[in-house]
Nanobody
């Protein structure tokens, strides 16, 4: 069993910063990719940022230059530094991880965190 535990959401004024963290634990052999998604009510989750085990990153156009994703492979933890926050960033943010639970050839499983609310006031 694998768990993703998020922290760091909250309320901030426009222009401010927040840092989200997500730690993976459990039966983990390797983590192929970790990332953050966000979701508005009634809408599909959208990718915010992701980072591979090798450090390759990708970002949604709406957050490029403002958000930075990083990871600590030794701690199985991913971070999202969010700067210059805007009211439209107000959403629930979900941690996502693609994980192999065993070595050798085999499936990669997708896991989600429970979500953390980010609220940006104008």
């Amino acid at each position: 069993q694998v768990q993703l535990v998020e922290s760091g959401g909250g309320l901030v004024q426009a222009g401010g910063s927040l840092r989200l963290s997500c730690a993976a634990s459990g039966s983990i052999f390797s983590i192929e990719r970790m990332g953050w998604y966000r979701q508005a009510p009634g809408m599909q989750r959208e990718l915010v940022a992701a980072i591979t085990s090798g450090g390759t990153t990708n970002y949604a156009d709406s957050v490029k230059g403002r958000f930075t994703i990083s990871r600590d492979n030794a701690k199985n933890t991913v971070y999202l530094q969010m700067n210059s926050l805007k009211p439209e960033d107000t959403l629930v943010y979900y941690c996502n991880a693609l994980i192999k639970t065993k070595g050798g050839p085999g499936p990669v499983y997708q896991y989600w965190g429970q979500g953390t609310q980010v609220t940006v006031s104008s």
